[in-house]
């Protein structure tokens, strides 16, 4: 196994956390009250830096049964910044792109779902059906969201738009993916942000996606947060997810925590406390 990926079971799924890129970024950008006290302080307690942070990039493999199912690809070819790593770790793992059957997207920005190009201008996972939440399918195809995007990342939704026609699975409410496999509305990141549910004999995988871009917001969820485009759903969002997470006990996966990005969420007095897991090789 490569050092971008982290294998582990949740059941009987089999799944692979994979970096797919990282990057130095300032705390302020994802929380931007740091100059508050009470901010510096908690994240001090908790060992965070108040200046920057490794972030993560990262994607998710799980394969349900027959079924290999690929969470968000990653970059792709939609950056000149940073090297996408996500599909030649999947081929070390011995995956091939053409064998995936599902692709889901929880949100569309290029950090996630870029990696459904191909180099070469195709689809990365020609066989695969993409999945993802109406909201987010119509919103960008619509000349309004690409007219607020660069002109490098319009072109990329609309080469997005082009090779996904027909080859969509849309969500709206919760949904069965596969058995085992559910999506579930997480609203206030972005348009049909979603959250991502596995569960096999009676274990529990919850991928929170962009719901927490900072760890320490597990414990803080009504600070304010960069990158949200609504505050309000966002906290909302949060409570009901930490709360399904903890009365699970759920293993979650955090896209932008340090990697692997799996830990546990668990009730502490009126909120809850994050606790990482095993951490998987650095660079």
Known sequence: MCESAYPFRVGDFECIAIRDSAEQCPVRELLPDIDDPQVREALALRGWSTEEMSYDFLGLFVRAGDD?????PGWGPCTDRLESRFVPSLRQAGIEPDHVAFVILTHLDLDHAGGVIA????LAFPNARHVMAEEAWAGYRSLRILAMCSPTDAESYRTLARLLEGRVLLTRDETEVVAGVRTLPAPGHRLGHTAVEFVSRGETLLHLADTVLHPIVVEHPTWSTGYDSSQER????RRRLFDRAARSSALVFLSHAPFPGL???ASEGSGWRWSPSQTGPRN
């Open 68 to 72: 290999a199912i690929v969470i968000d």
């Open 119 to 122: 180099p070469d201008g195709g």
């Open 234 to 237: 966002i906290r909302e969002t």
């Open 263 to 265: 830990g546990r969420i």
